[in-house]
C-alpha cells in the first residue's frame, strides 16, 4: 500500500510524462509541417515512448492500492526557432525529467517504501539513456553546422539513432 505522499509524488510523475509526450508531439508536427520527416518520425515516437512511461506509473499507483489521476495538461510550446534548438529544448527538458525522477525517488526513500524504490530504478536508467541520446544528437548537430548535406544525412539518420535505442531498450 502506498503512503498518501508517495502516491501524491508518483500522480505528479504520471502528469509530467503524459506532459512530455504532448511536448514530443508539439515537436513531431512542427517538424513534418517543416518537411523534416526523419526528425518528425523521432518525435512522434518519443512521444509514444513517453505514453508507455506515463501508463507504466498508472499501472504502478492502482496495483499499490492508490488511485491514478488523469489530469489536465500544461500546452506545450508549438512554435520553434530551428530544429537545433528543438534538440536544445528536449534536452533541457529531459534534464528536467530527471532531476523529477530523483526526488520521486526520494520520497520514496523518506516513506521506506523499497517496493516502489526498486520499481523506480527502470525511470533512473531510463533517464540515463535519454540524457545521452540527446546529447549524441546535440553533438551531431553541431559537427553538421549549415552544412545542407550534412542535415540531409541528420533528417535520415536520425530516425535510425531512435531504432537503435529502441533496440538498446528492449534488449534490457
Ligand atoms: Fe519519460 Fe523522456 O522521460
Do not use: C
Not at 12 to 27: D, H, N, R, W
Not at 28 to 40: F, P, Q
Request: proline share 1%; aromatic share 10%; charged share 25%.
Amino acid at each position: 500500500m502506498l503512503t498518501k505522499n508517495l502516491e501524491k509524488a508518483l500522480n505528479k510523475q504520471i502528469q509530467i510524462e503524459a506532459e512530455s509526450s504532448q511536448v514530443y508531439l508539439s515537436m513531431a508536427s512542427w517538424a513534418e509541417v517543416k518537411g523534416l520527416e526523419g526528425i518528425s518520425l523521432f518525435m512522434y515516437k518519443h512521444s509514444d515512448e513517453e505514453r508507455m512511461h506515463m501508463l507504466k506509473l498508472i499501472k504502478y499507483v492502482n496495483e499499490r492500492g492508490g488511485q491514478a489521476q488523469i489530469s489536465a495538461l500544461q500546452a506545450p510550446s508549438s512554435d520553434f526557432k530551428s530544429f537545433q534548438q528543438m534538440f536544445q529544448d528536449l534536452y533541457e527538458h529531459e534534464i528536467f525529467v530527471s532531476k523529477s525522477i530523483n526526488d520521486l525517488v526520494h520520497v520514496a526513500l523518506e516513506e521506506r517504501d523499497y517496493a516502489t524504490h526498486n520499481f523506480l530504478q527502470w525511470y533512473v536508467a531510463e533517464q540515463i539513456e535519454e540524457e545521452a541520446l540527446a546529447r549524441t544528437i546535440l553533438d551531431k548537430i553541431n559537427l553538421i553546422g549549415n552544412d545542407k548535406g550534412g542535415l540531409y544525412l541528420f533528417d535520415r539518420d536520425v530516425q535510425q539513432i531512435t531504432v537503435e535505442s529502441a533496440a538498446a531498450n528492449s534488449a534490457d
